[in-house]
């Protein structure tokens, strides 16, 4: 392959297009299909021997507002449909060149304005499938530049220069990374993706691999093309069957075209990718847990130093970067590090995709750039929060994050603004919360979740996370004292500040952030035994003074 | 002729001390009797770096670092006492004593016990924690030897010693997070396991988890010095 073979494929793809009057993309990602968005595609596809019109329907991935799916966009006019069933197809084919139908059209210019798609370019707009579709909006362009024009130093210089730091959480700078793996001793070298998104309400890296999958399988062969290594592994999920078999079909579709394998683009460089399913343990998201997994081993994270840069897989140099992090090196080498630098903070460049759920009214993916405050996020892009209620918190990173509440709205979005505020960027969920949320209740979920999820080999966490739970039970059921708050606040201490891995060390950051924004909840719980949510099972504020009067009046009896 | 081997000096607790570069400052601290609590290392096993008693401060870094899998560095300053590192080790002894069912003056290791002394040697007088009471079964279906898992803290000693040691690897873990649980095969009795019955397990477990059961009613102590002697001797080979 070279750039004359791709821009032929490019004109042969925007030639089929010219051929159509009318483009119907439907969404076909996870949350739409589970509203039956294939029915959808196959009663338009039906219509189209019958209707006369020339036009095209296009499976695509994921639209972005999964609250209204399943969604439908017609190009080139730009109708954006929602809530669209399977016996809305006459009718949308009807509508093409004519007026739009106004019962399922949805305005989503609020949704749009502000984000800025990079990682979602492609996503909805393209066939996930279809490598050539790809290809035709500037795919693999970066991979040839790399292997042709830029020598591995170069590309790592690129990326450091954009200011690319992880998007899994940690925000390690993605360059620095790059070049500790290529400068690492050793052979071979691996390339891995972390596609072991198990975050409660996060669902980015789903809808990116559900959408774009060449995009990540091309960030991944300029990685391992700048680091040194032939040999890659995807790790995802096996609860994300649609994210696993799109893929496959995707690392098909790049072998046969030359982007896998050996000889890439008529260099002398090799790659290619295998994928391995994780098996449902959230704690192989940790990067030494992933790897145990990947050699066959129980997930468990072992202490680092060594890092999997210097001693990873098989005990060789290995680069393990997120899925959204490699679906951003791409267009950082098609468009140049500056343009990357250009958007977002002094320290956290680019762009961030964020699974907005909760009690919000545009459930959904948005990707905006870095530095944006979080009132524009949850109230213009969001929509606000639902029904007439208030807001409360917003609760980023997962379980590892922290719950922000109103007076941190004007927060710009960053790496380490949030972590300065008790939160964190986490690989991007966002969690609203309305006041019929519980802030005890919220951290009780959470210190849950790290709790069935810890894989118990130290003892702060295995241990220190269930006595962490039976203590905010108790304060929920009411019946805690304040020796029990303190108590809690001490193991908070212990379990952060002696776990072994990631999980543990950051298992305490729902408590204590909610401590440090919400104590008043906690109080209300311990002192008067009631729940000024009325989630918890001591009841609220206005039950109680009743059942009070009840029980005396029982007594007088 | 000898191969040249780098010597790193340092200082712990004050002390100052040298090292070969590729020693731990855990093996380096008990060269020196400066005594650090451990439970999931023992010489001759890898190390995990899971029960957290050995945690040390560096000076330098907000972050404590376990002293098994901590190599050594020039001009290192260790501190192994400390107010905050006493409360955290007594904290995670008390973590370990409320997990299961730890109860001293019924236990077939009573005054043979690592945990037991560890915990006296950090003046751990009580438990702030609410036991938690945990239903959990013994195996006495082995010919030899029994395990009670109400004693167990799950260092994985035995674990490692039947892969790395005997080779045999019968013993595993399965489950998560305070469902963990040591198993033998695929969670089949011990006695009818493929167990080689070579009894490292029960030397090198620090509690009265694994026993023999000759043992009860009288003193059980344990000898897990056996092992650096038999990686000695096999890489004398």
């Given at each position: 392959?070279?750039s004359?073979?791709?821009?032929?494929?490019?004109?042969?793809?925007?030639h089929?297009?010219?051929?159509f009057?009318?483009?119907?993309?439907?969404?076909?990602?996870?949350?739409c299909l589970?509203?039956?968005?294939?029915?959808?595609k196959?009663?338009?596809?039906?219509?189209?021997?019958?209707?006369?019109?020339?036009?095209?329907?296009?499976r695509t991935?994921?639209?972005?507002?999964?609250?209204?799916?399943?969604?439908a966009?017609?190009?080139?006019?730009?109708?954006r449909?929602?809530?669209?069933?399977?016996?809305d197809a006459?009718?949308?084919?009807a509508s093409?060149g004519?007026?739009?139908?106004?019962?399922r059209e949805i305005?989503?210019?609020?949704?749009?304005?502000?984000?800025?798609?990079?990682v979602?370019?492609?996503?909805?707009?393209?066939?996930?499938?279809k490598?050539?579709?790809?290809?035709g909006?500037?795919?693999?362009?970066?991979?040839?530049?790399?292997l042709?024009?830029?020598?591995?130093?170069?590309v790592?210089?690129?990326?450091a220069?954009?200011?690319?730091?992880?998007?899994g959480?940690?925000?390690?700078?993605?360059g620095?990374?790059?070049?500790?793996?290529?400068?690492a001793?050793?052979s071979?070298?691996?390339?891995?993706?972390?596609?072991?998104?198990?975050?409660?309400?996060?669902?980015?890296?789903?809808?990116?691999?559900?959408s774009?999958?060449?995009?990540?399988i091309?960030?991944?062969?300029?990685?391992?093309y700048?680091?040194?290594?032939?040999?890659?592994?995807?790790?995802?999920?096996a609860?994300?069957p649609?994210?696993?078999?799109?893929?496959?079909?995707?690392?098909?579709?790049a072998?046969r075209?030359?982007?896998?394998?050996?000889?890439?683009?008529?260099t002398?460089?090799?790659?290619?990718?295998?994928?391995?399913?994780?098996?449902?343990a959230?704690?192989?998201?940790?990067?030494t847990?992933?790897i145990?997994?990947i050699e066959?081993?129980?997930?468990?994270?072992?202490?680092?130093?060594p890092?999997?840069?210097v001693?990873?897989?098989w005990?060789?140099p290995?680069?393990?970067?997120n899925?959204?992090?490699?679906?951003?090196?791409?267009?950082?080498?098609?468009?140049?590090?500056?343009?990357?630098?250009?958007?977002?903070?002094a320290?956290?460049?680019?762009?961030?995709?964020?699974?907005?759920?909760?009690?919000?009214t545009?459930?959904?993916?948005?990707?905006?750039?870095?530095g944006?405050?979080?009132?524009e996020?949850?109230?213009?892009?969001?929509?606000?929060?639902?029904?007439?209620?208030?807001?409360?918190?917003?609760?980023?990173?997962?379980p590892?994050?922290?719950?922000?509440?109103?007076e941190?709205?004007?927060?710009?979005?960053?790496?380490d603004?949030?972590?300065?505020?008790?939160?964190?960027?986490g690989?991007g969920g966002m969690?609203?919360m309305?006041?019929?949320?519980?802030?005890?209740?919220?951290?009780r979920?959470?210190?849950?979740?790290?709790?069935?999820?810890?894989?118990?080999?130290c003892?702060?966490?295995?241990?220190?996370?269930?006595q962490?739970?039976?203590?905010l039970?108790k304060i929920?059921?009411?019946?805690?004292?304040?020796?029990?708050?303190?108590?809690l606040?001490?193991?908070?201490?212990?379990?952060?500040?002696?776990?072994?891995?990631?999980?543990?060390?950051?298992a305490?950051?729902?408590?204590?952030?909610?401590?440090?924004?919400?104590r008043?909840?906690?109080?209300?719980?311990?002192?008067?035994?009631?729940?000024?949510?009325?989630?918890?099972?001591?009841?609220?504020?206005?039950?109680?003074?009743?059942?009070?009067?009840?029980?005396?009046?029982?007594?007088?009896? | 002729?000898?191969?040249?081997v780098?010597?790193?000096?340092?200082i712990?607790?004050?002390?100052?001390?040298s090292?070969?570069?590729?020693?731990?400052?855990?093996?380096?601290a008990?060269?020196?009797?400066?005594?650090?609590?451990?439970?999931?290392?023992?010489?001759?096993?890898?190390?995990?770096?899971?029960?957290?008693?050995?945690?040390?401060?560096?000076?330098?870094?907000?972050?404590?670092f376990?002293?098994?899998?901590l190599?050594?560095?020039?001009?290192?300053?260790?501190?192994?006492?400390?107010?905050?590192?006493?409360?955290?080790?007594?904290?995670?002894?008390?973590l370990?004593?409320?997990?299961r069912?730890?109860?001293?003056?019924?236990?077939?290791?009573?005054?043979?016990?690592?945990?037991?002394?560890?915990?006296?040697?950090?003046?751990?007088?009580?438990?702030?924690?609410?036991y938690?009471?945990?239903?959990?079964?013994?195996?006495?279906?082995?010919?030899?030897?029994?395990?009670d898992?109400n004693?167990c803290i799950?260092c994985?000693?035995?674990?490692?010693?039947?892969?790395?040691?005997?080779?045999a690897?019968?013993?595993?873990?399965?489950?998560r997070?305070?469902?963990?649980?040591?198993?033998?095969?695929?969670?089949?009795?011990?006695?009818?396991s493929?167990?080689?019955?070579?009894?490292?397990?029960v030397?090198?477990?620090?509690?009265?988890?694994?026993?023999?059961?000759?043992?009860v009613?009288?003193?059980?102590?344990?000898?897990?010095?056996?092992?650096?002697?038999?990686?000695?001797?096999?890489d004398?080979?």
């Amino acid at each position: 392959m070279n750039s004359e073979e791709l821009q032929q494929i490019s004109e042969t793809v925007q030639h089929q297009h010219e051929q159509f009057d009318y483009e119907v993309n439907v969404c076909m990602g996870t949350g739409c299909l589970s509203q039956h968005s294939d029915k959808l595609k196959d009663a338009l596809t039906k219509e189209a021997e019958t209707s006369g019109k020339r036009y095209h329907v296009r499976r695509t991935g994921c639209m972005g507002l999964c609250a209204a799916g399943p969604l439908a966009l017609v190009d080139p006019v730009g109708t954006r449909y929602g809530h669209l069933q399977e016996s809305d197809a006459k009718a949308v084919i009807a509508s093409l060149g004519q007026k739009p139908i106004e019962s399922r059209e949805i305005h989503l210019e609020q949704y749009f304005h502000g984000q800025r798609h990079v990682v979602l370019e492609n996503a909805g707009r393209i066939d996930p499938e279809k490598i050539d579709e790809y290809i035709g909006r500037g795919g693999y362009a970066a991979l040839l530049k790399a292997l042709t024009e830029m020598d591995p130093a170069a590309v790592i210089d690129q990326i450091a220069k954009s200011g690319l730091r992880g998007r899994g959480g940690g925000g390690y700078p993605t360059g620095l990374k790059w070049g500790t793996v290529a400068k690492a001793v050793g052979s071979p070298k691996y390339v891995i993706c972390n596609g072991d998104e198990g975050d409660p309400g996060a669902f980015m890296d789903r809808s990116v691999l559900e959408s774009d999958p060449q995009r990540v399988i091309e960030g991944m062969a300029i990685a391992a093309y700048a680091v040194g290594a032939s040999k890659g592994y995807m790790y995802v999920r096996a609860e994300y069957p649609l994210a696993v078999s799109r893929l496959t079909t995707s690392l098909r579709e790049a072998r046969r075209s030359g982007f896998l394998g050996n000889n890439i683009c008529g260099t002398p460089f090799n790659f290619d990718i295998e994928i391995r399913l994780g098996a449902g343990a959230f704690v192989c998201g940790e990067e030494t847990a992933l790897i145990a997994s990947i050699e066959g081993k129980r997930g468990t994270p072992r202490p680092r130093p060594p890092y999997p840069a210097v001693s990873g897989l098989w005990n060789c140099p290995t680069l393990i970067n997120n899925v959204e992090t490699f679906a951003n090196v791409a267009p950082i080498l098609r468009n140049g590090a500056e343009w990357f630098a250009g958007m977002g903070t002094a320290r956290s460049k680019g762009t961030k995709v964020f699974a907005l759920t909760g009690k919000i009214t545009n459930t959904g993916l948005v990707e905006i750039p870095m530095g944006m405050p979080l009132r524009e996020i949850i109230f213009s892009i969001g929509g606000g929060v639902p029904d007439g209620h208030k807001f409360k918190a917003v609760q980023t990173g997962g379980p590892s994050g922290g719950c922000l509440p109103e007076e941190h709205l004007d927060l710009n979005i960053s790496y380490d603004a949030l972590i300065g505020a008790g939160s964190m960027m986490g690989s991007g969920g966002m969690i609203v919360m309305d006041d019929t949320s519980c802030m005890v209740n919220v951290a009780r979920f959470f210190v849950e979740f790290c709790m069935t999820e810890s894989c118990g080999k130290c003892i702060p966490c295995r241990a220190g996370t269930a006595q962490m739970y039976d203590l905010l039970t108790k304060i929920c059921n009411g019946e805690a004292t304040h020796h029990d708050l303190e108590l809690l606040i001490d193991l908070c201490d212990v379990v952060k500040n002696t776990s072994l891995c990631g999980l543990g060390q950051t298992a305490p950051n729902p408590v204590l952030s909610t401590l440090r924004y919400f104590r008043d909840e906690y109080l209300e719980h311990i002192d008067n035994h009631c729940c000024p949510a009325g989630v918890c099972a001591c009841g609220t504020v206005d039950a109680k003074p009743q059942k009070h009067t009840a029980e005396l009046a029982e007594v007088e009896v | 002729m000898s191969t040249a081997v780098d010597v790193k000096t340092l200082i712990i607790d004050g002390m100052d001390v040298s090292a070969r570069q590729d020693q731990t400052v855990l093996d380096v601290a008990r060269e020196n009797n400066i005594f650090i609590p451990t439970l999931c290392h023992l010489e001759g096993l890898s190390e995990v770096g899971a029960c957290r008693l050995c945690l040390v401060e560096i000076k330098g870094s907000p972050k404590l670092f376990p002293a098994c899998v901590l190599k050594v560095e020039e001009g290192m300053e260790v501190t192994t006492k400390s107010d905050r590192l006493l409360h955290y080790r007594r904290t995670i002894l008390e973590l370990l004593f409320a997990e299961r069912n730890h109860v001293c003056a019924v236990c077939v290791a009573n005054g043979n016990c690592e945990l037991q002394s560890i915990a006296q040697s950090q003046g751990l007088t009580h438990v702030r924690l609410p036991y938690r009471n945990p239903k959990l079964p013994v195996d006495l279906s082995h010919e030899r030897f029994a395990a009670d898992h109400n004693r167990c803290i799950l260092c994985t000693r035995c674990v490692r010693v039947c892969a790395e040691i005997e080779g045999a690897h019968v013993w595993d873990i399965t489950g998560r997070g305070i469902d963990c649980r040591v198993i033998t095969d695929l969670d089949d009795p011990w006695g009818s396991s493929t167990c080689t019955k070579c009894g490292k397990c029960v030397q090198v477990c620090p509690t009265g988890a694994l026993f023999d059961k000759t043992k009860v009613g009288v003193p059980h102590p344990k000898y897990p010095e056996f092992l650096p002697y038999l990686n000695l001797m096999r890489d004398g080979q």
